[in-house]
């Protein structure tokens, strides 16, 4: 509930959420916030405000990056974003997140609720995104899955860094394994 947040050298705490997406950062809460009445397709274009001076050409781009990304966003383009699941609401809403060209994006507990496949769906588009050069903070509870899919993890217990490093080095760190990856070690 405290702290800073620093992007580009900027201090980016009294920022309003148009602000921040015009400094280059997206976010996926874990509530989602899609617009239900609206399509699939709308509610990707309303992620691309931010660039609605480049054009439809470009928006076109971005929609095909993201349908891409997303096959079955694009089968489901015309359908309400309230009647999707929620798998599908969770890539729509890193879909729209997209759209907007992030240079950071923010994921906030994006497997929550999601079935085991579907996590590993979405965290594959993570990895993906993050093999292409976007810059990810995962916030993630699953540790096993944030830490296969993160260069670098941070530990927090009671608001405090508690251990911090190379995500495979965190995965064998020993406090680490018995805490949170429900891995007893016999030694």
């Known amino acids: 509930s405290q ?27 874990e509530k989602r916030d899609l617009f239900g009445s609206m399509t ?5 274009t309303l992620g691309a405000f931010r660039n609605r001076r480049k054009g439809k050409a470009a928006r076109r781009s971005e ?3 993201v349908y891409a990304l997303f096959p079955r966003l694009k089968e489901r383009s015309t359908q309400l ?11 729509l809403a890193l879909g729209r997140a997209l759209m907007a060209q992030p240079r950071l994006l923010p ?13 590993r769906e979405m965290l594959q588009a993570v990895s993906q995104l993050r093999d292409s050069g976007l810059s990810v903070l995962l ?20 608001g405090e860094v508690a251990l911090h490093g190379p995500s495979a080095q965190l995965m064998h760190d020993p406090k680490v394994e018995s805490t ?3 891995m007893l070690r016999e030694d």
């Open 81 to 91: 974003a309230q009647t999707l699941s929620g798998g599908e609401r969770q890539m």
């Open 180 to 182: 949170y990856l429900g």
């Open 139 to 158: 916030v993630e509870q699953n540790a096993r899955a944030a830490l296969q899919t993160a260069d670098e993890g941070y530990v927090l217990e009671l």
């Open 40 to 44: 699939v397709e709308d509610n990707l």
């Open 3 to 29: 702290g800073r947040i620093r992007f580009d050298g900027h201090d980016c705490r009294g920022a309003n959420p148009q602000q921040r997406v015009e400094m280059g950062m997206g976010l996926v809460t």
């Open 107 to 119: 994921l906030d507990e994006p497997s929550l609720g999601l079935a085991p496949r579907i996590v």
């Open 63 to 65: 929609l095909d990056r």
